[in-house]
């Protein structure tokens, strides 16, 4: 079965620092990641996702398949960046079930 | 378009009870999973409808069924309530192999 691990529940970092949030999967076929973000008091939203590689609010994720990895990274860490981070996996032709990690909770200090 | 939306809000039950929870989804959207969400923990999949039938179904016992109605809506009900279905039981709707997936606000059960 597969399998989405977010190592760290908490990273805290400065602003204007750079942000990696570490994801890992198992999965042996070909998956799509996806990044979802909550902030505080809002509901969960889709971020990015590998497919599209695109920057969104200055975050990027590249697929390693050989490292089964899914890191998102951002250069400079803002202070409204501060929310739970998820990595999700998707199976292909599986229809439209998530598996989630843990989460990571970002903080970014002043 | 309020996007998904979720009822009730929150929700106390004892163990032993039945609950119902409710779900619309975004406008378009013909396809509703549902996620539990335990405290401190990612969503896990429950299920997911499609064209009013279960396409799909996670690690959780027959307890947990649900229904999508003719307008997509969808309930999710939980039966003989444990302590341990305390969570927060997310909504998120879609098209079948639509991009992503649009989530509701949730719903907060807390079993007593």
């Known amino acids: 079965a597969q399998r989405v691990t977010q190592p760290e529940k908490l990273l805290s970092v400065f602003k204007g620092a750079p942000v990696e949030l570490k994801c890992n999967y198992s999965?042996?076929?070909?998956?799509?990641l996806f990044w979802y973000v909550q902030y505080s008091r809002q509901r969960l939203q889709l971020l990015l996702r590998?497919?599209s590689r695109e920057s969104i609010k200055g975050f990027t994720a590249d697929l390693n398949k050989g490292e089964t990895s899914f890191h998102l990274k951002k250069p400079f860490a803002q202070e409204e960046d501060s929310a739970m981070y998820y990595c999700?996996?998707?199976?292909?032709?599986?229809?439209?079930?998530?598996?989630f990690g843990g989460g990571t909770r970002l903080m970014v200090k002043p | 378009d309020a996007g998904v939306t979720q009822s009730p809000t929150h929700l106390i039950k004892t163990r032993g009870q039945q609950v119902t929870l409710r779900c619309s989804p975004k406008?378009?959207?013909?396809?509703v999973s549902w996620y539990q969400q335990a405290l401190g923990q990612g969503p896990q999949f429950i299920f997911q409808?499609?064209?009013?039938?279960?396409?799909q179904r996670g690690n959780f016992p027959d307890r947990f069924s649900g229904h999508q109605f003719p307008n997509y809506s969808s309930e999710l009900n939980v039966n003989a309530l444990l302590l341990g279905d305390s969570a927060l039981y997310l909504c998120?709707?879609?098209?079948?192999?639509?991009?992503?997936?649009?989530f509701g606000p949730g719903t907060r059960l807390t079993v007593l």
């Open positions: 999700a996996l998707r199976i292909n032709n599986a229809g439209n079930m998530l598996t």
């Open positions: 406008s378009g959207h013909d396809t």
């Open positions: 999965y042996s076929g070909s998956p799509e």
């Open positions: 998120a709707s879609s098209l079948l192999l639509g991009p992503g997936q649009y």
């Open positions: 409808y499609y064209e009013e039938e279960e396409r």
């Open positions: 590998h497919i």
